[in-house]
């Protein structure tokens, strides 16, 4: 009966410490694969075949957007926000960030769609990323793989400062905010004051990027929980949000990673399942693609259609050693941190138009995770080549140390 009784103790401790819910959607760029603008009816269909995925381990019906405004206008508001509504969808925000001195016309579109759906939209915003993939842009990674404009910490950090205020006394103001960055500019500690500035931290993760470390499919779960064992000894007991990973069903090889349908399902398993689904809110990529521009396809679906690409259901057995991910961490050091980019950066959905509305290119980033410029298509991975650090050995153990030690000290 004690015995008992401190076991759901430990574990209502372990769920409250880890943030409210374990989120499971996808990314959703504001554009499609044409880089036409995504509207109401190709949100709500993307939503709808999301909840209706076969044998799927959980109800995806959380989305993550790059971008408040509807592609190519001025400051509308997103078109997904209706779909949205429509359809039930939690929804993390995300405003675009790089390329640019201000944030005034995503403050104002996501004002404006406060005014006009008022609680029926702020009921669903389940978080707000100031930011994606800035940091990595402006890495030396990034800077080596031409990922395109990035922003400093000093710039994420006031653009935070000014999201709080400006929607301070209104429905969104305890909406936690985050920012999306890959795994190395986590554990890089120029960029401390972020960490310390945000309610949770969005983590991009791609194996399949990871150039020079053995990024061959069977290695991909043990270089997936390195990168996430390292960036959880660096952000202090900050949650962490998966908010982009996945591997392409179809493109080239990338160093020993082989884009398949059947790798696909192997990452599926062996990441999502095994590590993420209902333990860690997980923003998978993806549904559908829409960056023209990267020949790796990350859609786990053709056509938005249910039944998707592989079987979805969950195996109960996995290949990758718990306690993997520290050994051999060390040993990678540094090993080059070759091709960190994300596929899936930018903001503006896939299109890469800004926020400016241009739509143009380059700056904002694609809403969906595929990054719409070349840049990011060519060097595609999110979260990671770059710098593994060789440090997640001790970072992972003292980690863990102290997880343990902040639950017992709550008995
Ligand atoms: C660490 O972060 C800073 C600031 O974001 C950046 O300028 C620097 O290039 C990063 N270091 C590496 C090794 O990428
Ligand atoms: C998806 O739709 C496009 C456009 O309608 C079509 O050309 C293509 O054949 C479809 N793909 C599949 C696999 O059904």
């Excluded at 408040?68 to 995300?94: R, V």
């Excluded at 029926?120 to 994606?132: A, E, N, Q, R």
């Excluded at 998707?308 to 051999?328: I, Q």
Aim: hydrophobic share 35%; net charge negative; charged share 20%.
């Amino acid at each position: 009966m004690r015995a008992t009784t401190t076991a759901a103790l430990f574990a209502g401790v372990l769920a409250s410490s880890a943030s409210a819910e374990n989120y499971l959607g996808f990314n959703s760029g504001a554009t499609l694969a044409d880089r036409s603008a995504k509207f109401k009816k190709d949100f709500a269909a993307e939503f709808t075949t999301a909840q209706g995925l076969e044998n799927a381990p959980g109800t995806f019906n959380a989305v993550r957007l790059y971008t408040n405004i509807q592609a190519y206008s001025q400051d509308d508001p997103i078109q997904a926000f209706e779909a949205a509504i429509d359809t039930k969808t939690k929804l993390l925000l995300g405003i675009w960030t790089s390329g640019t001195d201000n944030i005034d016309k995503e403050l104002s579109a996501l004002k404006k769609a406060l005014d006009k759906y008022g609680k029926k939209f702020s009921d669903l915003v389940i978080g707000m990323s100031i930011g994606s993939e800035d940091l990595y842009r402006d890495s030396e990674t990034g800077v080596i793989n031409k990922a395109g404009i990035g922003a400093g910490p000093d710039v994420l950090i006031k653009f935070i400062g000014q999201f709080k205020k400006a929607f301070t006394g209104t429905a969104l103001a305890k909406v936690p905010i985050g920012h999306v960055d890959t795994w190395d500019a986590w554990t890089n500690g120029t960029n401390k004051a972020v960490i310390d500035a945000v309610d949770w931290v969005g983590v991009d993760e791609y194996p399949y990027y990871e150039t020079g470390k053995g990024n061959g499919i069977k290695n991909s779960g043990k270089l997936f929980d390195r990168a996430f064992d390292a960036v959880s000894g660096s952000v202090g007991g900050k949650p962490i949000w998966v908010t982009e990973t996945g591997w392409p069903a179809t493109g080239s090889k990338w160093d020993e990673a082989v884009p398949s349908i059947e790798n696909a399902q192997y990452y599926w398993q062996e990441i999502g399942c095994r590590k993420l689904f209902n333990k860690v809110p997980t923003f998978w990529y993806n549904l559908r693609d829409s960056n023209p521009d990267n020949e790796m396809k990350f859609a786990i679906t053709n056509n938005l259609s249910t039944k998707p690409l592989f079987d979805l259901t969950c195996p109960t057995k996995f290949d990758t050693p718990s306690g993997a991910a520290t050994s051999g961490a060390a040993s990678s050091t540094g090993a080059a941190s070759t091709g960190v980019s994300s596929p899936g950066s930018s903001p503006t959905g896939s299109t890469g138009g800004s926020s400016d509305s241009t739509g143009s290119t380059t700056d904002s980033g694609n809403g969906d995770g595929t990054s719409t410029g070349v840049t990011d298509a060519a060097t595609p991975s999110p979260s990671g080549n770059s710098a593994y650090v060789g440090k997640s050995l001790s970072v992972a153990a003292v980690a863990s140390l102290a997880l343990v030690a902040g639950v017992f000290a709550l008995f």
